[in-house]
């Protein structure tokens, strides 16, 4: 197996995953600021263009939440999804395909403007507005966590690696982080796995 990932950007959620699977697989870095993503070796990876992708036997896979589901399933071992009941296992996936699909583009519209409209007046006009609507977002997930420890209750599943990502870019002062303290407290739980620490050791990263 064989992992495409940027420093510090969501494949980290794939990334802390497949440690704790234990799985055997190398890492390889793909430069997004030098547009590596762009360039063709790495369109005949990932055709998005863009990183996580997981390159198995089978073949590769893209999407932060079909990877996850992917190691959970392949790796049973490691409990990382409540695997044969199809009503807990689908929670799960409502939750990462929130963050994928609500969560994350939210960020991509501080992070990449121009994904999303030309001029720096729309760029300004489309930053001012990502904190109120993190707050939306993030209002839904601090009321996820009454429950805790993890996500999901008592059990740690992937939906805990993939928010550890978002956790990580909410920490920005301007984003008003201090609105949720449980997602805080995820944080840090979070970072007191092993699995973490080796993850965000091989990205260069350091705890926050
Ligand atoms: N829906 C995809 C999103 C992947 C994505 O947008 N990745 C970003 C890093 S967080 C990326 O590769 N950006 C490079 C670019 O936009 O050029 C997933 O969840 O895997």
């Known amino acids: 197996v064989k992992l495409f990932y940027a420093g510090g950007s969501c494949a980290l959620a794939s990334h802390i995953a497949l440690h704790e699977a234990g799985a055997e697989f190398e890492a390889v870095k793909v430069d997004l600021k ?21 390159v198995t036997r089978r073949g590769t896979l893209t999407e932060n939440p079909a990877i996850l589901h992917w190691i959970a399933v392949a790796f049973p071992n490691a409990r990382l999804a409540p695997l044969g009941d199809p009503w807990a296992m689908a929670q799960v996936l409502s939750f990462n395909v929130f963050l994928g699909s609500s969560v994350h583009p939210a960020f991509a519209h501080l ?46 599943t992937t939906s805990d690696c993939y928010l550890y990502v ?32 080796r993850a965000l050791e091989a990205e260069g990263l350091t705890a926050l």
Do not use: D
Request: proline residues 10%; without cysteine; charged residues 30%.
């Open 111 to 156: 992070f990449r403007p121009g994904r999303y409209a030309h001029g720096e007046a729309a760029a300004e006009a489309m930053k001012a507005k990502v904190p109120e609507q993190l707050g939306e977002y993030f209002g839904v997930v601090e009321q996820q966590l009454e429950r805790g420890p993890w996500v999901h209750g008592e059990a740690y």
């Open 34 to 54: 030098a547009g590596e993503q762009k360039a063709p070796e790495y369109l005949a990876v990932n055709p998005k263009g863009r990183v996580p992708a997981l």
């Open 166 to 197: 978002f956790a990580r870019w909410l920490q920005k002062p301007e984003l008003g982080p201090e609105r949720f303290p449980r997602v805080r407290a995820h944080l840090e739980r979070m970072q007191e796995r092993p699995a973490v620490s």
